[in-house]
C-alpha cells in the first residue's frame, strides 16, 4: 500500500524534536544550533535565505557551528553564497551539493573550492530559474529565512526587504517542509503581516540585526569621465532613438552615470518624459536627482538599499509601500516585471567573446549572475507590443509577413574594453568555458547569451547587433567597439568603416556628442552629500559612504 503522508509524518517528527528548544515557536539565538540538529536530516535540501543583499546571518552561523556527524551531506538550494559560513559548510562536510545563483564576495573562494573538488556543483541558476526549481524538482526540506519582527504566533515582518521570502516560504511551507525564521526581534504586534504565522514553524530571536549589503550605493564622486561619455552615448544614441520608457539597470557606475544624466544631459535633449519613466529597479540612491525633478514615475523594487527607508516612505506615489508605509519589495515579482514588462536591460559584465557571449566567471572566480540573465533575455512567451520593443524587432527582421513580426527587448552591455587591472573585457574566448570543462559541467556558466544582447556600448562607440546580417558582421562590429585590446585591434578597418557608413557602428562624433564635453560637471550629483542635498535630507547614507 502506498504511504501518501510519510512527507507530512517526517515533518511532524522534526517539529516535535525542536519544539525541546523552543518556548511555543520562539527558541533563542543561543540554542539556535540544537534547534537545526534536533530539525535536519542528512541529504536534506536546505534553503538558506540570502542573495546580494540581505542575509539569515545569524542561521548560517548556527548552520556552520552544527556537528557534522549529525548533519552532513546537505544539498543547499540558496540564492546567494555571500557569508564565509555558507562555504564554510562544506568545507566541514555539513553541506555537500549546491545550487545557487550568485557568489559576489565569495567568488574567489568558491572557484578554488570548486576546481578543488570540495562542492558537488548543480548549476548556476538565474534567481528566477531557482525559484522555479523550488516547486519543481529543488523543494527545500528546511528554509532558514530572516525578517525585521515577528509575534510569537510567528506572523512575520520583512521590512523593506521582503525579497527572497515569500517565494523560498511558500515552496516549503505547502510541500510539508519546515520553516525557521530569525527576526531581529520579537514583539506583541508586527506593523504589517508578510508572512503569516502558520507558515512560520519555528522563530529564533537572533543575537544581532541581520547583514543587509548596500550593493546598490555607487558614490558619485567615484565616476569617471569615461563612464559620463559611455552614459551620453547611451542616452542619445539607445534611450532616445527608441523611446525606451520601461526599463532596468544594472548595478555599476556606468548606469548609475545614465541617471545622473538625466536631469542634466536627458534635460538637455528634451527628453524629459519620452524616457526612463517606470522602473524595475532597486531604489538606487543615484536614482534620487532623476525622482526630484520628477523624471520617474514608478519604481518596483526587488529589494530595499540600506539608508533609503525614510526617502522611500516619503515618496509613495513613486516605490510599491504597504499600509504602513516601507516598502515592499518581492524579487520573484519584480524579476518578472524585469523579463516581461520592461523593453531594456542595461548592465555590465566582466568578459565578451566574438559573438557577443557574456560570463562574470573567470579563471580566479565564480561570481554567479543572479537576475542579470533574467533581465537581460529576450523573452519569448511576451505577447504586448510597445514602440520600443517593436522598433527593435523590425530591426532585427526584416523578411516576412509584418503580422508575424516578434517585437525584440533590447539587451545592452555597457563595458569598458579594459576592466579593473587594464585586464582585457573582450576575449577570444570566455573563461566560462574552461571552468565548465575542469569540472565537468554540461553547461557553460554564460551569463547573456550571444543571441539575447542587441547592443554593446564602449567608451569607443555602440555597436548595433540588431542590424547585423551574418556573423562575420557582428564580430566586426564586435571588433570595432573593442578598443585597444587584441579583439580590438585584430578589426578589419574596411569591414568596420562600411559598418559605421551603415549606422551599425557609431562613434561618439557620429551621434553629434564632442568627447571632451564629457565632463564630470554633467552628473546632477558629484558626492555622496549631493544625493543627500536632493533628496531633502530624507536619504541617510551607511557611514562608510559618508566623509562630511
Known sequence: MIDWRSEARLREERIAAGHACADGKVVPATRAVELLEAVLRPGDRVCLEGDNQKQADCLARALAACDSSKVHDLHMVQSGIVLPEHLDVFETGIARRLDYSYSGPQGARIARMLYGGQIELGAVHTYLELFARYFVDLTPNVALIAGVSADREGNLYTGPNTEDTP?????????????????????????????????????????????????????????????????????KGIYAEYGIRRLNHGIGFGTAAIELLLPTYGERLGLKGRIATHWALNPHPTLIPAIESGWVQQVHCFGSEVGMDRYIRARPDIFFTGRDGSLRSNRAFCQTAGLYACDLFIGSTLQIDLMGH??????????GFGGAPNMGSDPHGRRHPSDTWMKAGREAQVTGDPMLMRGRKLVVQLVETF?????????????????????????????IYADDVTHIVTEEGIANLLL???????????????GYTEIGRGR?????????????????????????????????????????????????????????
Open 167 to 235: 517565494t523560498v516560504v511558500e515552496a516549503t511551507a505547502f510541500k510539508n517542509g519546515v520553516v525557521i525564521a530569525q527576526v531581529n526581534e520579537i514583539v506583541d504586534h508586527v506593523p504589517r503581516i508578510d508572512i503569516p504565522g502558520d507558515r512560520i514553524d519555528f522563530v529564533v530571536a537572533a543575537d544581532r540585526p541581520f547583514y543587509v549589503e548596500p550593493l546598490f550605493t555607487r558614490d558619485p564622486a567615484a565616476m569617471t569621465e569615461t563612464q559620463v561619455l559611455m552614459a551620453m552615448m547611451a542616452i
Open 492 to 548: 578589419d578597418r574596411a569591414k568596420v568603416e562600411d559598418l559605421r557608413a551603415r549606422g551599425i557602428v557609431r562613434r561618439p562624433e557620429d551621434l553629434g556628442i564632442e568627447p571632451l564635453d564629457a565632463d564630470r560637471a554633467l552628473l546632477a550629483a558629484k558626492s555622496i552629500k549631493d544625493l543627500v542635498h536632493w533628496s531633502g535630507g530624507l536619504y541617510e547614507p551607511p557611514a562608510k559612504f559618508r566623509n562630511w
Open 358 to 367: 557574456s560570463s562574470t566567471v573567470t579563471q580566479n572566480r565564480v561570481a
Open 419 to 447: 576592466g579593473d587591472k587594464l585586464v582585457p573585457t573582450f576575449v577570444e574566448r570566455l573563461d566560462a568555458m574552461e571552468l565548465a570543462r575542469k569540472t565537468g559541467l554540461e553547461l557553460a556558466p554564460v551569463m
Open 468 to 482: 547585423c546580417r551574418d556573423a562575420d558582421e557582428r564580430e566586426q562590429a564586435i571588433r570595432g567597439v573593442a
